[in-house]
């Protein structure tokens, strides 16, 4: 919970998914094999978690274990997000929803994180395929389930990853606040560093001070999404980016889009790459540069979201279209 199973050693989960698939304990051992992908996932490491995803899938539908059908559910529909499907994300997360409601209410701790998580990034990929109320309804369902510090935690974490996406400074700034309240120490740090950065990206746009907010935030990826580098990566460089250009310092913005760039070009996780887009337009607005090259790059970020039904991402391209020609 601290670490996030970025942290763990994927060689003993192997041995261990073996043991327990050698004394017949098939759903454990499907817990341990989903615990290797989410480690491979969560490093984006995605030559390495595709093939356990795929997997994964395969036993789910070889199953009659609705625990053991949305763990392949999950897997698989969270590698459609990390490949930039979010439609297929979509199709899929919601399926292993279903299959977790089947399930009894007595949970083991992987079974319970499996629970929380999946209905997390449920809610993203549902506001990224343009329904931002039942994302909402999700989040809501997320913060009734539970009051412990890990819990609250999970909540804050996707609340302020749907408010990044969706543009919404009110909700990152609700959500950070009770994220950072709940663990002051940041003991949760992987998910603890979404819920700080996302209060850096607020008080960037809307805060006296913006050019302290972002460095701050600079300093959170460094220290904790870099090395080793860890999911997310690329959109929160591109969420820099917007953080500087708020700051009116245009040099650093792009240097942390040409950094987000490279690292979804490099690592592969690319469903945030039209919000990325969309930053390199308004870079470009801000910069003053010629229309037509400000069109074309939103543009590019409206047919990219197109191709990976991220709805929410086409509208907010076509609502730049609409204030770049309110502007002329």
Known sequence: ?????????????????????????????????????????????????????????QQGEASANPVIQAYGLQAWGIHQWDVGHIGEAFRYLRRSEAAL?????????????????????????SAL?????????????????????????VWATMCVRVAVITGNVALAISGADRGIAVDPDFSFVFMGTYTRLAQCWAQALTGPDPAAAAEKAERLIAANLLNPVRSCVSTWHGLLAQMWIAAGDLEQAEAALDRADYY?????????ESLILLIRAELLKAQRAP?????????AARRTAAEQEAHLLEARAREFFADLNRSK
């Open 101 to 125: 409601l089947a399930t009894a209410t007595e949970e083991d701790p992987l079974r319970r994180d499996l629970r929380l998580l999946m209905l997390g990034l449920l809610a993203e990929v």
């Open 264 to 272: 979804l070009r490099t690592y592969g996780q690319r469903y945030g």
């Open 291 to 299: 229309r037509a090259i400000i069109r074309d790059a939103a543009e």
């Open 129 to 153: 395929h343009g329904d931002v109320p039942d994302a909402m309804e999700i989040l809501a369902q997320i913060e009734a389930g539970g009051t412990d510090a890990y819990a609250v935690t």
């Open 1 to 57: 919970m601290r670490s996030m199973y970025a942290g763990a050693e994927a060689s003993l989960l192997e041995r261990a998914e073996d043991l327990a698939r050698s004394l017949g304990r098939e759903l454990e051992a499907t817990g341990f094999l989903y615990s290797r992908w989410a480690t491979h996932a969560q490093g984006i490491e995605l030559d390495r978690s595709a093939p356990l995803a795929r997997r994964l899938l």
